[in-house]
Structure formats: C-alpha cells, structure tokens
C-alpha cells in the first residue's frame, strides 16, 4: 500500500509568480485535502476534492485552486504569489465516508522571495 | 468559531520525565479527535484516533484519553526520538473543513 506522495519536496518562487504543486493520493482514498502550514502554526484547511470536484473551501483567496484527476491525484495552483504564501503545504487524502482517516504526505515547502 | 488549543506549546522533558499534553476543543457535532506526530520539516504522521469520552489508545510510550471537551497525551519514560511537535485535530461531521488543528506542542526530550 502506497502512502501519499508530495512533489516537489522544496521550491522557491519570485512574488508575482505562479506555483503548482502536486500530490499522489494513497492507494484506495477517493478525496484528498490541501492544507497550508506556517511555520509553528498547525495546518490550515485550503480546499478538498472529491470526484474531481471542490468539496468544501476554507478561508483562501481565489488564487489558490486545485485539479482532481480521475486517479484521485491532484494539484494546488497559486497565482500571484505573495511572500505570506511562503509555507508548508500538504496533501492529505481519505476514504469519504470513514470518520477521518487522513493521510499526510510529507508536504512541498514553498519559500517566496 | 470552532477553536482547538492545544497547551503547552513547548515543553522540555529530561529522559524518563513522564508527562501530559492537553487539547482542549469547542468544537460541536465532534465525531472524532485525532493525534498527530510530526518531525520538522515533514508532514503529519498519524498516531491515534479516538472517538468518544472515555475512550483511550496506548502505543509504545504514548497514551491518549479522550473527555467531553479535552484530550490528553501521556507520555511515559520519554527518550530523546519522542521530541517532535504533537497535533492535535478534531474531526467533526459537517461539511468538507471538517478536521481543525491546534498549534501543537514542541517537545524536546534531552537525554
């Protein structure tokens, strides 16, 4: 059984620009989470996909969107990045009907400048 | 607002200094709480699922005890590969926002 992969690992970014980061899904979970994760914060929900549709949207602007694709994989767009955008962000996917049971992946540190 | 709090947010402990960690939550329709490890740098790693009052998970060192409104992590005999950052997250029913998550506690064991 695969767990949940995150790539890349590391990135940097000029403010203005644009970033998408990517995320493999375990191995039968059907819906997947991106969280954003300041440093010393605990993560923050960003948006979650199920059947290749947003499923629910925490408090993030429009410039943070997300794919599902068929597999379950997906991706978080960012446009016109900001340097508060610098963060942990990660992946985690899930059964939908279960109580919990999500699965992190190890995250895409992102580092604006 | 639904609120996770977690205390302290750091904590030093000496090897073999047993201690607790606290969640306290004011989260409504809770369906579950959920303890998380993780190391700097990486992604959270599950440790327990616990899911009503009086329930309680043990696994090596570590045991959680879930009340109406806290959880607690006890940590027994700690050795310096316990330091890490311990979440927590309550889980509850409604909508797709449903896991929030306290700030953590930063523990450092020193041998």
């Known amino acids: ?113 | 607002e639904d609120q996770v709090t977690q205390s302290p947010e750091a904590l030093r402990l000496q090897e073999g200094e047993s201690s607790s960690l606290n969640c306290s939550y004011t989260v409504s329709g809770l369906r579950g709480l959920f303890w998380y490890r993780q190391d700097p740098g990486k992604g959270p790693e599950f440790l327990f699922t616990l899911y009503s009052a009086g329930e309680e998970k043990e696994k090596e060192r570590l045991k959680a005890t879930l009340t109406k409104k806290e959880s607690f992590l006890h940590i027994t005999a700690p050795k310096p590969e316990d330091s890490a950052t311990y979440l927590c997250a309550a889980f509850y029913q409604t909508g797709a926002n449903n896991l929030f998550f306290g700030t953590g506690t930063r523990l450092t064991v020193i041998p």
């Open chain 1, 1 to 113: 059984e695969t767990g949940v992969t995150q790539s890349p690992t590391h990135l940097i970014k000029t403010r203005g620009q644009q970033v998408t980061l990517r995320c493999s899904s375990q191995s039968g979970h059907n819906t997947v989470s991106w969280y954003q994760q300041a440093l010393g914060q605990g993560p923050q929900f960003i948006f979650q996909y199920y059947r290749e549709e947003e499923n629910g949207r925490g408090n993030f602007p429009p410039r943070f969107s997300g794919l599902q694709f068929p597999n379950y994989s997906s991706e978080l767009n960012v446009n016109a990045l900001e340097l508060d955008d610098s963060a942990l962000y990660l992946c985690a996917s899930s059964l939908t009907g279960t109580r919990g049971g999500y699965t992190f992946g190890s995250g895409t540190r992102l580092t604006v400048v």
